[in-house]
Every structure is written in C-alpha cells, then in structure tokens.
C-alpha cells in the first residue's frame, strides 16, 4: 500500500504565500506523475499543477505565475510553493500520485485547507 502525508496548509492572507508538501511512503516501486488538485466548496476537485518524473509541468490557468510545482524524486515528496495567494485559492488541497507497487495506481492524500483572507 502507499500513504500521502501533507502538510503546510493554513490561513494567509492575500499576497501571503504558503508551501505545501506530501510524502509518498509504503511499497513503492516507481513513480510517475505527482500531482496537486484543489476543491472550493460546493464546487468540483480540479487540478492545480502536475509534474511528471522527467520534470515536465502543468499547471491550471488560474495559477500560472505565482504556484511552483516540484518534486524531490530520493524522497518520494512533492511540493507546491503557492506566492501572490487570492481569496479565490481557498480550497482543500489534495496530494495525487500515479505510482507502482505490485501493479500501477492512483494515490490521494487526505487533504489539506487553504485559506486566503482578503
């Protein structure tokens, strides 16, 4: 099995950053893409930025220029550097990982608030 711990989440103001991170653990075999999703109330999970293992990056519209994906590959974590944050970014923040144990899977962390107060 594989577990995500996050952590970073908190309340901030606009124009505050914050850094998120999530460790992948467990029987891990290989790794390919490591990802962040976001869901505002009422609304649906969306992506927020993505990195593959060769470090090819996506990121949603909404936060090209200001969110950094990265990812340290040794310690199965990928981060989220989050700068210039809106009220509009307040969601819970999700930790998504495409990884190999015995066969290939989709992973979810349990989530991680994000406020921006205005």
């Known amino acids: 099995q594989v577990q995500l711990v996050e952590s970073g989440g908190g309340l901030v103001q606009a124009g505050g950053s914050l850094r998120l991170s999530c460790a992948a653990s467990?029987?891990?075999?290989?790794?390919?893409?490591m990802a962040w999703y976001r869901q505002a109330p009422g609304k649906q999970r969306d992506m927020v930025a993505s990195m593959s293992t060769g470090a090819s990056t996506t990121y949603a519209d909404s936060v090209k220029g200001r969110f950094t994906i990265s990812r340290d590959n040794a310690q199965n974590t990928v981060f989220l550097q989050m700068n210039s944050l809106r009220p509009e970014d307040t969601a819970v923040y999700y930790c998504?990982?495409?990884?190999?144990?015995?066969?290939?899977?989709?992973?979810w962390g349990q989530g991680t608030q994000v406020t921006v107060s205005s």
């Open positions: 998504y990982v495409h990884a190999r144990t015995t066969w290939w899977n989709i992973y």
């Open positions: 467990g029987d891990i075999t290989s790794i390919n893409i």
